[in-house]
């Protein structure tokens, strides 16, 4: 066994067998080495980068904000062009749709750097909206973090942005839009930031997005289905409950199998959920029903596959690029050992099976058995699932409709992980704390924090230098991942608890974290619910001057 350690930055890594990430990509959509185009971004056809500066708070390319960025250092630059673009994708079995993607790939091609480095990436808009491009968990500078309205500008169609900044921590992370529902497209890609003096021993690396997909099948697209939601349930279907008397509950799809009820009128099926239930989540298990749930791109009647040798140890960077579906993860025959959580190390904890909410990530390692094995991300309370395929040995592939027994078994959330000693938050008493009621329900589809839908304008106050506690109550009947740009927290509900961007609080739960106000600048706290979102249930953090 040996250090997995990075290589020489003359070439794209080719030592790491990934599944799907490394696929090719052709034509002038490719993610590909280019000149950076500058230490600022622009937007559009040119202008300001950013929105104008608001009133008694560090504005996004404020001083504070330049200052925080060179203390970070500057590393070798990476640099990077990236194309955004209308294209057509196989999922496999003949089933192929027309979306939106990055690189012409889905997923798209990881962007791949070591810590310290600086990544210049260009965004080439080369689709019929705007768009934005989000750095999902990284401790960057503010004007950088992709948020349309708040910390750039659009990149309107035709347009270009150029990203550059700092990559302070490694780990998994991941990048998407931050415009609408866009993410709900194929619009997504793997962000790996490897430790320059890695402390684990593994054979092989294995990266492995998860997605919830319905774009493109029978006429849907996300803009379609949020339409639908915001039309609210009118007391039916979901049944009652919830902060204004819609809310959640058990449905009334078929006893079998969660569905979606037929739309009259509509040119394609309804794609509102009925009848999704999972304990794990406290009761509903979303919004959405999907016609596929996808494993790099591709769905179960045509898996992707990943090659070892026996006794291979493997670390599997797992990533929920899903819009609506929390997934439960296993791999038959193995045990998983739980490394990192968000980018960062915990204590390692060994488990059967995971449950990964959109937007969260886990390093797990696994060592590889003599055969064929399936990777089941079966989506949560909505019956059904995605698969992979692990093979080190002679043997039939395994059925789409696979379910390991793992998957039964003991099943790990974050609040049963410890941070590592080397990450976790000095004690300190909090010098703020702020409060934020999560409201809203299925009727009216008016999600929100504090009931009030997202506007630019809003700020949740702090000062350079605090230990911030945010204390989350829940006061839905419906379960949310939130996300915090910018900052990674530390779950305060446990003692020791780890430490994460995006964490799940569940309905008529409280959720507490704590963190260190130490990246100044506007940024979004949000469910990572992408319809939840766009429904309003984002709000800002601002940083007072």
Not at 148 to 158: A, C, I, N, S, Y
Request: include cysteine; charge should be neutral.
């Amino acid at each position: 066994m040996r250090s997995f350690r990075t290589p020489a930055r003359t070439a794209a890594p080719t030592r790491r067998t990934l599944l799907g990430a490394g696929l090719a990509v052709a034509g002038t959509a490719a993610l590909s080495a280019c000149s950076s185009s500058g230490s600022g971004g622009h937007a559009g056809h040119g202008g300001s980068a950013s929105p104008a500066a608001p009133a008694g708070f560090v504005a996004p390319d404020g001083k504070e904000v330049a200052a925080a960025e060179a203390a970070r250092g500057s590393g070798p630059v990476r640099s990077v062009r990236l194309t955004a673009a209308a294209t057509t994708v196989d999922l496999g079995a003949g089933r192929t749709v027309r979306t939106w993607t990055y690189g012409g790939a889905l997923p798209g091609k990881e962007v791949r750097v070591t810590a310290g480095d600086t990544l210049a990436l260009t965004l080439a808009n080369n689709l019929p909206q705007a768009t934005s491009l989000h750095w999902h968990g990284l401790a960057l500078r503010n004007d950088m973090d992709g948020v349309p309205g708040l910390t750039q500008r659009d990149v309107r169609p035709g347009g270009e942005f150029a990203y550059r900044f700092a990559v302070p921590h490694p780990g998994t992370y991941w990048f998407h839009p931050h415009s609408g529902t866009q993410l709900d497209r194929g619009l997504y890609a793997p962000l790996i930031v490897d430790d320059p003096k890695e402390p684990l021993s593994y054979d092989k690396e294995w990266v492995v997005v998860l997605d919830d997909w319905l774009d493109g099948v029978d006429g849907s697209t996300p803009d379609a289905v949020l339409a639908e939601l915001r039309k609210g349930m009118g007391g039916g279907g979901h049944g009652g409950g919830g902060d204004h008397g819609g809310g959640h509950g058990s449905g009334h799809g078929s006893s079998d199998a969660a569905s979606a009820t037929p739309a009259p009128g509509a040119s394609g099926p309804s794609r509102m959920m009925m009848g999704a239930s999972s304990d794990l989540l406290g009761g509903d298990a979303g919004d959405v029903a999907y016609p596929h749930y996808l494993i790099n791109g591709r769905t179960p009647q045509a898996p992707s596959e990943f090659r070892a040798k026996r006794g291979d140890r493997i670390r599997l960077r797992l990533i929920n690029a899903g819009g609506d579906t929390a997934f439960r993860v296993a791999l038959g025959g193995h045990r998983m050992t739980v490394t990192h959580t968000d980018g960062f190390p915990v204590g390692h904890t060994e488990t059967d099976a995971l449950l990964i909410g959109m937007g969260e990530r886990y390093d797990v390692l696994v060592t590889a058995g003599d055969g064929v094995f399936p990777l089941v991300a079966e989506a949560e309370g909505k019956k059904a699932t995605a698969l992979a395929v692990l093979r080190t040995g002679a043997g039939a592939a395994p059925a789409a409709t696979v379910r390991p027994a793992e998957l039964a078994r003991r099943v790990l959330t974050a609040d049963r992980l410890k941070a590592d000693p080397s990450v976790a938050l000095a004690a300190r008493k909090p010098d703020r704390t702020l409060r934020i009621r999560l409201t809203g329900g299925m009727e009216k589809y008016d999600w929100a924090f504090d009931g009030k839908p997202y506007t630019p304008d809003q700020r949740h106050p702090v000062k350079a230098g605090e230990r911030v506690r945010i204390e989350f109550a829940n006061a839905t009947t419906m379960w949310h991942p939130l996300h915090l740009h910018g900052h990674t927290f530390q779950l305060a509900n446990v003692a020791g608890g780890p430490r994460k961007d995006t964490a799940v609080v569940l309905p008529n739960g409280t959720l507490t974290v704590d963190f260190d106000a130490d990246n100044p600048g506007l940024w979004m706290i949000h469910c990572h619910n992408v319809y939840h979102a766009e429904s309003g249930m984002m709000t800002v953090l601002g940083y007072r001057k």
